[in-house]
């Protein structure tokens, strides 16, 4: 069969909202189609969220950067005592809690690196401290890796260790730790950390005791197309299972300061079509999130026309892992006028949501404005 003939039946697919096949995701990335790719994508990402683009108002807590693991891609970690760690205390980690008091945040993500100390018991402490602080604010923190350690040090199952930070207040996990699914890519890049069954292992336990969660997937460095099938056909499936994932998050590989800088970074190009790719693949996960603190405001507001429906939040510069990693976005910060504008100059119509994607209707109070650049779909 043709090239465009496979092009033509995907096509249809896509429009009579079939779902894709492996083979057919690989075609879909040899495609240098970006037009196709992105009208197909679009198509998809209006049919689930219409002409809407999601952000909520956030920051991070980063516990500590010194970590047990040295995966070959991280330019954030370091050893303890090593110039450039850090390892907050619960009380410091609660005085940057309490500095957001009677502010307009609907969110806390907190991630860190796996520390060879802290263990469940100290996470649980700190959740209860935010809890108590910021009793309104949706809680989503610690990767499947961290939660993986943190937990058996602490000698629980995975799920009683879960059902005791739920109680605690956590109210969802967000997506990293997952990189590349592939064991022998895994290897290479991540050596040592949770292998990829464990990982999707506990999302699955999250899901079930009902914790939702996000996923993610570092690409762009030694992975294949198939490996990036693979690793999304993993999440498709047990998104089949278990509805818990929200957003899915294509994280672009930065080279700064890691030991895997000589690979560089894939272009623009690549990083659309991936966008384009992953929403046409995934069709069970309802949002895919553009992450302006690691591709740039200017990257993340076009991934916008190939499929992403969300912006992820303002996060008040709170968080280093990117900028670390060489991010334009030195000194991650954006208002909500900013990230309105942002989103309304590209023509889809922003949404601030909190972290389950409830919509909230905060713009109508805060002197949201029509953007001053219409593009023809806002006036469709
Ligand atoms: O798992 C680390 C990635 C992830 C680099 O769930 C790097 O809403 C590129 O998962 N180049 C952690 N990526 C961050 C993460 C995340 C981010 C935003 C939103 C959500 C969410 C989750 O950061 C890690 C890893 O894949 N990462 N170093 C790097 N040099």
Known sequence: MSYSKM????????????????DEGLVLYQSNDLALLASMALNVKQRASGNKVFFNRNFHIEPTNVCVFECNFCSYR???????????????????????????????????????????????????????ILPEIHIKAFTAVELDCMIRKAGLSIEAGLNLLKKAGLGSI?????????????RKICGSKAPAQRWLDIHEIAHKIGLPSNASMLYGHVETYADRIDHLERLRNLQDRTAGFNAFIPLKYKSANNAMNSIGEVNAIETLKNFAVCRLFLDNIPHIKSYWPMLGKGLARMALEFGADDMDGTIDDSTKIYSMAGSDEISPAIDLEQMTELIAETGFI???????????????DSGFQEPRIKTLRSQL
């Not at 110039?83 to 005085?95: A, F, N, R």
């Not at 922003?350 to 109508?364: A, C, F, N, T, V």
């Open 7 to 22: 092009l033509s039946i995907i096509s249809e697919k896509i429009n009579s909202g079939e779902r894709l096949t492996a």
């Open 78 to 132: 370091r050893s303890a005592g090593q110039e450039g760690s850090w390892d907050y205390s619960i009380d410091e980690m609660l005085d940057i809690c309490r500095s957001y008091r009677g502010k307009p945040v609907s969110e806390v993500h907190i991630v860190g690196a796996v520390h060879p100390k802290h263990d469940l018991h100290f996470f649980v402490r700190l959740i209860e401290g935010v809890r108590e």
């Open 174 to 186: 967000p997506g990293g730790g997952a990189e590349i699914f592939n064991h022998s890519v895994r």
């Open 350 to 364: 922003p949404i601030e949501r909190d972290s389950l994607y409830g919509e909230l209707k905060i713009l109508e």
